[in-house]
């Protein structure tokens, strides 16, 4: 590998390229899971045997969340443009690509979600239904609180998909490690350059899913 | 023989409830025409074969499921009148607890506890002070800390009786609550159940599928078959004096092993703690100078008394036997004629 093409401009690209990374990473995580959370809860609830069951709004919910799912990310990127533009003023940047990776990671962790509530035991959500608790109460008192194990394990598995779809934005300029690889690596055929960006995704995606493990399992008070 | 409870003060009374579970294969009837009073401060039993229905009662006790017909007067009320929100200040009256335990598994024993009270909005430090209380009241008070994972099946299921009593319920359902459980934890969790309803007066409710239970500790039994109730009534008079076919079949878990005498001319006699004393069939043979077949013995504690049951095949002739069932009726050994069928 010849070293002399880390100029210093390109490491201080990489360094940003990191930071923007993880900007959009966490960001758009964290934005996907103030819609995914509550759907995820809603799709649970409202099911037949959930606490408020509601089979026609379940049915049109879980429609959409799978039509949303269905569309592959490349496209959403194009497809969303307008959209990004109204919201951010750009459709540039790593602001901009924060739009559809909301759009396109929400529907997934609302199907975490869903997932992660219904492994909580239904012999315990009748028993609190046996002592008086509210469907919200059980939501927020049970389900949730029984669920955070799974649920933490989820948010790595959701932080590192997003994280995929960070790099993939690169091609129309959504900023990151992805641009980097994409510029460098496509454009300028640098092949050494893209190599380190790939590592260094493979590095973020390791501490991540790691961090995720261990949290979990500190806190899941299940098996000793 | 008649009760010693006071049976003015009825608690529970369930109503004509049927219940019929609608699916789109059909419709399965789990409760047809159940009618029972339950009275303030006696254990109750509900006994039965698994799919007799016995589960869908209790659960229709606390409206878990709502009845499809007939109602639940608790305390003087109808709960099928009462609005969801007022069925839910209702349940706190009603604690319940479960075959597989039900504890939320992230919370300690003293946050379980502590949780019906969360619900009801009763005040921390107060919530706090009464789980303690209830820690006490199982025997864990040194365990507040654990978390179900770290405690035995028994020890479970006393938690979960602590936090079924967190809010001063008024009756405690316990579905199938020593199922899970080994012989001796049993009888601890049974002896426990007994010791909150003398002290604290709280009247039980006890599901199960074993006679044993029953025995145990229950004042009065439904037994429930196919749907509807075979049988109510005192347990050492339903001991003794089985009507239904389902109650025999019930205190005697072992009928298969009688199938393997095929005989008519049979007698099932009883022995209550009086005659238990008394060399009954060595008298018998000796006053009646026949010689009679014991098909099959058991012995029983119901409710600290020793009844005893003996299944006797009488000779072939008329007037010997006459004899000896004119003896059991001087001797006042309650008795019962029965033919054993050979079943499949």
């Known amino acids: 590998m010849d070293l002399s093409i ?145 649920l933490i394990i989820g948010s790595a598995i959701a932080v590192t998909t997003i994280l995929g779809y960070t790099a993939m934005s690169g091609f129309v300029g959504g900023g990151g490690l992805g641009t980097i690889a994409v510029n460098y690596g496509y454009y300028r055929y640098k092949t050494d350059v893209m190599l380190v960006t790939v590592l260094l995704l493979v590095l973020i995606v390791q501490v991540f899913q790691e961090l995720g493990m261990r949290i979990s399992l500190a806190g899941d008070k299940r098996a000793r | 023989m008649d009760s010693i409870i006071q049976r003015k003060n009825e608690l529970i009374r369930i109503e004509g409830l049927g219940k019929t579970f609608t699916s789109k294969s059909g419709s399965v009837t789990a409760l047809k025409n159940i ?32 009845p499809t017909e007939g109602d639940v007067i608790f305390d ?145 039994v439904a037994i429930i078959d196919h749907s509807k109730i075979a049988e109510v009534g005192d347990v050492d008079e339903i001991f003794i004096r089985p009507k239904s076919e389902i109650a025999r079949k019930l205190i005697f878990p072992e009928g298969p092993r009688e199938t393997l005498f095929n005989g008519e001319h049979c007698v099932r006699i009883v022995f209550d703690g009086k005659s238990s004393f008394e060399p009954v069939i060595a008298n018998l043979i000796l006053e009646c100078q026949t010689p009679v077949n014991i098909l099959y013995a058991n012995t029983k504690n119901v409710n600290g008394t020793a009844l005893g049951q003996m299944l006797l095949q009488l000779p072939e002739s008329e007037s010997s036997r006459k004899r000896v069932l004119a003896y059991l009726t001087v001797k006042g050994i309650p008795f019962t004629e029965e033919t054993i069928r050979q079943e499949d």
């Open chain 1, 6 to 150: 880390f100029t210093p401009e390109l490491l201080k690209a990489i360094g940003w390229g990191i930071i923007e990374t993880l900007y959009m990473t966490l960001f758009s995580t964290l934005l996907a899971y103030v819609i995914g959370l509550p759907v995820g809860i809603l799709l649970v609830t409202t099911a037949k045997d959930g606490v408020t069951p509601l089979p026609w709004f379940n049915a049109i919910l879980g429609f959409i969340v799978n039509l949303m799912r269905s569309i592959p990310f490349i496209i959403l990127l194009i497809l969303v443009l307008p959209f990004t533009r109204l919201v951010v003023g750009t459709t540039i940047g790593s602001t901009a690509t924060v739009v559809p990776l909301v759009i396109s990671a929400a529907p997934f962790i609302a199907r975490m979600v869903e997932s992660s509530l219904r492994e909580v035991d239904a012999g315990v959500i009748e028993a609190a239904h046996s002592m008086g608790a509210t469907p919200i109460q059980i939501v927020w008192k049970v389900m949730l609180p029984e669920a955070t194990p799974s």
């Open chain 2, 35 to 66: 009618n029972l009073s339950i009275y303030s401060g006696e254990i109750f039993g509900i006994i039965g074969l698994s799919g007799a229905g016995k589960s869908t009662l209790v659960r229709c006790i606390n409206f878990l499921e709502r």
């Open chain 2, 76 to 220: 003087g009320e109808s709960l099928s009148s009462l609005t969801p929100a007022q069925l839910r200040i209702r349940r706190r009256s009603m604690g319940m607890i479960f075959q597989q335990f039900n504890l939320l598994m992230q919370r300690t024993a003293l946050a379980n506890i502590t949780f019906p009270l969360e619900i009801a909005g009763v005040p921390k430090e107060r919530a706090l002070e009464r789980a303690r209380e209830l820690l006490q009241i199982v025997g864990l008070a040194d365990r507040e800390k654990a978390y179900p994972s770290q405690l035995s099946g028994g020890q479970k299921q006393r938690i979960a009786i602590a936090r079924a009593l967190a809010t001063e319920p008024k009756v405690l359902l316990c579905d199938e609550a020593t199922s899970a459980l080994d012989p001796t934890t049993t009888a601890s969790i049974l002896a426990l159940i007994k010791d909150i309803n003398r002290k604290l007066g709280i009247t039980v409710i006890i599901i199960t599928h074993e006679m044993s239970v029953i025995e145990e500790i229950c004042s009065r």
